[in-house]
C-alpha cells in the first residue's frame, strides 16, 4: 500500500500537470490496468489506452483545475479531493464542482479514478 | 435511482441533523442495509443497528461538520462532499478536513457512506 503521502503527491502532479497540458504526464501517472469513469454513472475507460485516448480530448489547452482545500487521504489505498474545474465552448464558459476519488496500486500509480458530478452541477454562463 | 436533487437534500440533512446532536435524525436517513466505513480503510460498519451504535458515538454533542463548497451529484445514484469536522477530546481541538462520498437506494434513503481522511489528515492543537 502506497503511503499517504506518495497518495496527495500523485495527486497534486496530476492537477499540475493537467494544468500544464501535459498529457503524456498526466498518463504516466496511471497504471496499465487503471479505470477512470468520469462522470460516476457514466461507463468506465478502461486500460492505459482507452485512458490515454480519453485524456487527449479533456487535456485541450483550455481546461483548468482549481484544488479547493486539502487533498483527503485515507486508511487505505485511497485519496479523495474537491476541484473545480473550468472549461470553455462555443463562446461560453463552463465550471463544475467536482470531487474525484482515487485508489493506488503498490507501485503508488492510479489504479482508479472516480469524479462526482451531476447534470445540476454544470455552470455555463 | 433517487434524482440528483433529492441525493443533495438528504446530505445537507445528514450535515443539518448532526450539527443539531439529532442521532435519531441522521439514522433516520440510512437504510436498513446500509454501509458506513469511516475512515476508509477501517472495517465497514454494516446494517442499521450497528450504524447506530456508531452514531450514538459521534453524535456527541462537541462534533461539527462545515459543508465546504457545493454538494456534488453524479450521474447515477451518488453524491460527494467537501467537510471540515471539528471534535474535541482532553482539552484538545481536533480538526479533519474530510470528504464523504454517499450511495442512494431507490428511496432515496442512504445506502453507503465513505469518509475519506486519513492519519496525516488530523490536526490537533
Same mark, same amino acid.
Given at each position: 500500500?502506497p503511503q499517504e503521502d506518495v497518495i496527495k503527491t500523485v495527486m497534486k502532479?496530476?492537477?499540475?500537470?493537467? =494544468?500544464?497540458?501535459?498529457?503524456?504526464?498526466?498518463?504516466?501517472?496511471?497504471? @496499465?490496468?487503471? &479505470?477512470?469513469?468520469? $462522470? !460516476?454513472?457514466?461507463?468506465?475507460?478502461?486500460?492505459?489506452?482507452?485512458?490515454?485516448?480519453?485524456?487527449?480530448?479533456?487535456?485541450?489547452?483550455?481546461?483548468?483545475?482549481?484544488?479547493?482545500?486539502?487533498i483527503?487521504g485515507?486508511?487505505? =489505498?485511497?485519496g479523495?479531493?474537491?476541484?473545480?474545474?473550468?472549461?470553455?465552448? @462555443?463562446?461560453? &464558459?463552463?465550471?463544475? $464542482? !467536482?470531487?474525484?476519488?482515487?485508489?493506488f496500486?503498490?507501485?503508488g500509480?492510479?489504479?482508479?479514478?472516480?469524479?462526482?458530478?451531476?447534470?445540476?452541477?454544470?455552470?455555463?454562463?
Open positions: 500500500m502532479q496530476y492537477i499540475d500537470r493537467f =494544468n500544464q497540458d501535459d498529457v503524456e504526464g498526466v498518463l504516466s501517472l496511471f497504471g @496499465e490496468e487503471a &479505470t477512470v469513469e468520469d $462522470p !460516476v454513472g457514466s461507463p468506465a475507460v478502461e486500460g492505459k489506452s482507452a485512458i490515454a485516448e480519453f485524456y487527449k480530448k479533456v487535456v485541450n489547452g483550455n481546461t483548468r483545475i482549481r484544488l479547493e482545500g486539502p483527503r485515507s486508511h487505505s =489505498n485511497s479523495a479531493m474537491a476541484l473545480q474545474i473550468t472549461t470553455s465552448a @462555443e463562446g461560453k &464558459t463552463i465550471s463544475i $464542482p !467536482v470531487i474525484e476519488v482515487m485508489t496500486d503498490e507501485q500509480s492510479i489504479a482508479s479514478m472516480k469524479a462526482y458530478w451531476g447534470p445540476g452541477d454544470m455552470v455555463i454562463k
